[in-house]
């Protein structure tokens, strides 16, 4: 019997967070072990190795990428990866990122002659010195593809997958927040930041007059002096000048429960989203979202089907469009359904298959 190929996959998390740990944990969750046999290596030990060992997929905790620096130590790690790849018989390196300089262990895949893929998860401008090893780089949409470097590399687009189980699992949060079955809510979900653009969702929620209206933001908050563009819980009320509709609700591990406990889903990016794994989210929800038309948030949301979208920084756009989705339950449920229709064609299994498959395709080569 012929064996599997053994696919080394290398991450700078240990936590399943941020987008890039999700995409990475949802594909190697959905992959089909019966084509290939993954290898994950974890820069530390952290929260995701539950998740790991109940599945089964093997893991060690190697250690974060050695970068040039002190000689000795990059040249022990040179041999140490040189040595272990040889040893597992890698056929191929999935890198989930591409924010590295000349890692010793991806230097010495190269010499290995090891095909290593890189994924871009956002857009990559400036491409580091070790770019050049790589064979292709991943591109989370036609957007970020096209507008990252560099040109002569292959940059193959393969949609983050979405694991429905997780998504229908949810349940509604409105007991637990104080919220009537009669509210209709609208939430911002993400990282609370100037370019995620959640001034502008508080200043769309103060023009929204319907007294039914409840907005919802949750994610982090970040001290503004140690991470500037960041807001805090203060900045937050103050932003939202006493109105008592809008509730920050903190960081939520259970996003699932937060998209079943919300009617609206509202994305007002002021900067050039990769895809925006949230549009999907919500999509899995069957939640309408009203988001800003940047960056690869057009390859998820198509107007006027699974939601809305608008030019950045236009509030007034955004109340218009939120405020006609409160106002009219059917097309809420119209545009959720079809966001459920286009996350189950284009952001399921289809991505994890696409995935496999150009891993394999230079396995063979």
Known sequence: MKKKPVICFITNSAGNWGGASRVLFTNLSLMDRNRLTPLLLLPRTGPIEDELKQSGLRYLIWSRLTEPGNPVAYMRNFLRAWRF??????????????????????????????????????????????????????????????????????????YNPINLRRFDAGYSL???????????????LGQIREIKGV??????????????????????????????????????ERLAEGDPRIRYIGYRKDVENVYHTVDIVVVPSRWQEPLGLINLEAGACRKPVVATRVG??????????????????????????????????????????????????????????????LLLSYARS
């Open 199 to 236: 001034a502008d969702f508080i200043a769309m929620a103060r023009k929204i007059p319907d007294p039914n209206a409840r907005f919802l933001i949750a994610g982090e908050c970040r001290d503004p002096q140690k991470f500037p563009g960041s807001y805090s819980p203060a900045d937050l």
């Open 174 to 188: 409105r007991s637990e927040l104080g919220l009537s079955e009669s509210d209709v809510v609208a939430a911002f």
């Open 296 to 357: 690869g948030i057009p390859e998820a949301i198509e107007d006027g089907a699974n939601g809305f979208l608008v030019e950045e920084g236009d509030i007034d756009a955004l109340a218009t469009r939120v405020g006609a989705l409160i106002a009219d339950p059917a097309l809420r449920a119209r545009m959720g359904e079809a966001g459920r229709a286009r996350v189950e064609r284009d952001f399921t299994t289809r991505p994890v298959r696409e995935f496999e498959n």
């Open 85 to 158: 790849f040889q040893r597992e018989r890698v056929q191929v390196i999935h890198i989930n990122g591409s924010n590295f300089w000349r890692p010793a262990e991806l230097l010495a895949a190269w010499v290995l002659r090891i095909p290593i893929i890189a994924h871009y998860h956002v857009i990559n401008h400036k491409p580091s010195p070790a770019m050049r090893w790589c064979r292709a780089a991943i591109a989370v949409s036609h957007y970020t593809a096209d507008q990252s470097g560099p040109p002569a590399l292959a940059k193959p687009v393969i």
